[in-house]
């Protein structure tokens, strides 16, 4: 199984809701990744979790929160989020954090901030 | 500064054609070199990857790269496209800085339409 599974495709939620995307893989990665991409532009990394520890944040504001509950999945907290928070979420997996594999995506969640 | 540089935004080509996606990366310690692909409203998928060894690389759906020190590119190209190779392509590079500090970084894209 090569498959990144991420919940739910498509978010829509105000600017005071509190919501969670979700990600899940089972191919035995030690590294997941949590990535922002706008139409047209190459994806921003936002958070490497490596063996299950926050290995990297690339000064994500503090509205934006993840957490690795197992080596399978990862979430993303959201909570106040602004418009321009609106894009492509993907989630990705690698078999080990060190930037030097390939990483497999998932088809990502499409959050709309209104 | 570390960057990575798609010469070309668009590339319109004909259905058959052979093409060729430029990609090159600033002097540094590289490290590893990939291709991925984006299909419309997709995640990205990789098309293949220079790790070391032979500098011609070859990927899935009949694509290939060659990996050039000298010039500091990683080219990707396919001797003929399909309708279905319409996509975003991106090259994204690991590079490794003085202080063996590593950093993923991803080119603009280059936007692919094949045509019939």
């Known amino acids: 199984d090569t498959e990144v599974t991420q919940t739910p495709k498509h978010l829509v939620m105000g600017m005071t809701n509190k919501k969670s995307l979700k990600c899940e893989q089972h191919?035995?990665?030690?590294?997941m990744y949590w990535y922002k991409q706008k139409a047209k532009k190459p994806p921003e990394l936002m958070f490497v979790?490596?063996?299950?520890?926050?290995?990297i944040n690339e000064s994500v504001p503090s509205r934006f929160s993840p957490e690795c509950p197992n080596s399978s999945l990862l979430n993303l907290h959201l909570h106040a989020l602004q418009p321009e928070d609106s894009a492509l979420y993907l989630c990705?997996?690698?078999?080990?954090?060190?930037?030097?594999?390939?990483?497999?995506f998932g088809p990502g969640t499409r959050l709309t901030v209104t | 500064a570390q960057s990575v540089t798609q010469l070309d935004s668009q590339v319109p080509v004909f259905e058959e054609a052979p093409v060729e996606l430029r990609c090159n990366y600033s002097?540094?310690?590289?490290?590893?070199l990939f291709w991925y692909v984006q299909y419309p409203n997709q995640g990205l998928q990789l098309l293949l990857k220079?790790?070391?060894?032979s500098t011609l690389v070859k990927g899935i759906n009949g694509f290939e790269a060659e990996f050039n020190k000298s010039q500091t590119s990683f080219h990707l190209r396919k001797p003929s496209v399909h309708i279905s190779d319409t996509a975003e392509y991106f090259c994204?590079?690991?590079?490794?800085?003085?202080?063996?500090?590593?950093?993923?970084?991803w080119g603009l894209g280059t936007s692919l339409a094949v045509n019939p």
């Open positions: 002097s540094s310690v590289s490290v590893y």
């Open positions: 220079y790790l070391s060894g």
């Open positions: 994204a590079v690991t590079l490794q800085d003085a202080g063996n500090n590593r950093k993923l970084i």
């Open positions: 990705a997996s690698s078999r080990i954090g060190n930037l030097g594999d390939e990483q497999y």
């Open positions: 191919m035995g990665h030690r590294a």
């Open positions: 979790y490596s063996y299950e520890k926050l290995s």
